[in-house]
T-cell receptor, first 113, second 110 residues
């Protein structure tokens, strides 16, 4: 079955530290890839997406992600986190022409001052 | 904002009672989705719709039914609520490949 893995369940960083959150998906051909963020008490918001082209994708709030096809990965990065980045982050994958997204279980990021 | 509203936003109900959650969109999108979010499980798809009266099951559809009689409304019904259905429920639409989510409904079944 197609699946999405986020191996980091809870990450704690100090402000200004660099961030990298892992996302791996099972093999399945053509994919569209997404990262969503959920701030406490809020709904999911799209951070960035990859459909095709440049595998390095830039999103909102200084986030970026790199699609590495050979590793089935789409890791999220930010050079310097802020306290306001404290949230839960979800990776999601859409395979081929499917109309559904499959989500990872999420990574909770806590940024300390 | 993607033009999605959900009602109610919070609900407490008793085991065995029927519950209906409503998702309303203002943008005439064909696809609509219902998810539940639980700690440690991320978001799991319950049901989705690809048009009026056209629906299909997701990965956790047992105990849930849906209906879509108008493009703008997608209803999720728990015929007989159980404590395992205590969760936060999100509706989503797909304007252009990515999904946009509503504000969520927090349902507690006592």
């Amino acid at each position: 079955a197609q699946s999405v893995s986020q191996h980091n369940h809870h990450v704690i960083l100090s402000e200004a530290a660099s961030l990298e959150l892992g996302c791996n998906y099972s093999y399945g051909g053509t994919v569209n890839l997404f990262w969503y963020v959920q701030y406490p008490g809020q709904h999911l918001q799209l951070l960035l997406k990859y459909f095709s082209g440049d595998p390095l994708v830039k999103g909102i709030k200084g986030f970026e992600a790199e699609f590495i096809k050979s590793k089935f990965s789409f890791n999220l990065r930010k050079p310097s986190v802020q306290w306001s980045d404290t949230a839960e982050y979800f990776c999601a994958v859409k395979w081929g022409t499917a109309s559904k997204l499959t989500f990872g279980t999420g990574t909770r990021l806590q940024v300390t001052l | 904002d993607a033009g999605i509203t959900q009602s109610p936003r919070h609900k407490v109900t008793e085991t065995g009672t029927p519950v209906t959650l409503r998702c309303h969109q203002t943008e005439n999108h064909r696809y609509m989705y219902w998810y539940r979010q639980d700690p440690g499980h991320g978001l799991r798809l319950i049901h989705y719709s690809y048009g009026v009266k056209d629906t299909d099951k997701g990965e956790v559809s047992d105990g849930y039914s849906v209906s879509r009689s108008k493009t703008e409304d997608f209803l999720l019904t728990l015929e007989s609520a159980t404590s395992s259905q205590t969760s936060v429920y999100f509706c989503a639409i797909t304007p252009g490949g990515e999904q946009y989510f509503g504000p969520g409904t927090r349902l507690t079944v006592t």
